[in-house]
């Protein structure tokens, strides 16, 4: 248990305002949660999740674990400005989010928590919980429909 908040603590770091201009207009994105989870592939990549006009999820995967960070914007983001903004939060982001990699697989973590859960909007929060659950069911998180 004391292990895993050292993620607890490497998360808090990652709870911030970034300040962006998009198409002429000054927008501010807040990182209000942040989850973990231990997956099979060790391979790098990232992916958003559209979860309203204002809120969305941005997942960055490394070295067997993919760390999801959901994200308040304080105005409208157009799905145009994703790569853009993608690219500035990825650069920002992935040294802190490297330092909770390597601190998770330093701990031999093996699970999936929600580290970070900072006011997050109803929405936001339920976006992030189910992707939670989806993980500890063994299921991808890129599936958008269940067979019943």
Same mark, same amino acid.
């Given at each position: ?34 989850? =973990? ?12 999740? +559209? ?27 157009? +799905? +145009? ?50 992707i939670l659950m989806k993980h500890r069911k063994g299921k991808s998180p890129y599936?958008?429909?269940? =067979?019943?």
């Amino acid at each position: 248990m004391n292990n895993i908040l050292h993620l607890y603590s490497l998360a808090q770091e990652l709870a911030r305002d970034l300040v962006f201009e998009v198409d002429g207009e000054v927008v501010t994105l807040s990182i209000k949660g942040v989850l =973990i989870a231990k997956i099979s592939s060790t391979s790098y990549n990232f992916s958003f999740f +559209e979860v309203s006009e204002d809120e969305f999820i941005l997942a960055l995967q490394a070295s067997g674990y993919i760390v999801y960070l959901g994200i308040e914007s304080d105005s409208e983001i157009d +799905e +145009e400005a994703y790569s853009s903004i993608g690219r500035i939060l990825i650069s920002e982001l992935m040294p802190y989010v490297n330092v909770l990699i390597s601190k998770a697989k330093e701990v031999n973590y093996s699970g999936a928590d929600i580290l970070l859960d900072d006011d997050m909007s109803p929405t936001l929060k339920e976006a992030m919980y189910e992707i939670l659950m989806k993980h500890r069911k063994g299921k991808s998180p890129y599936e958008q429909f269940e =067979i019943a």
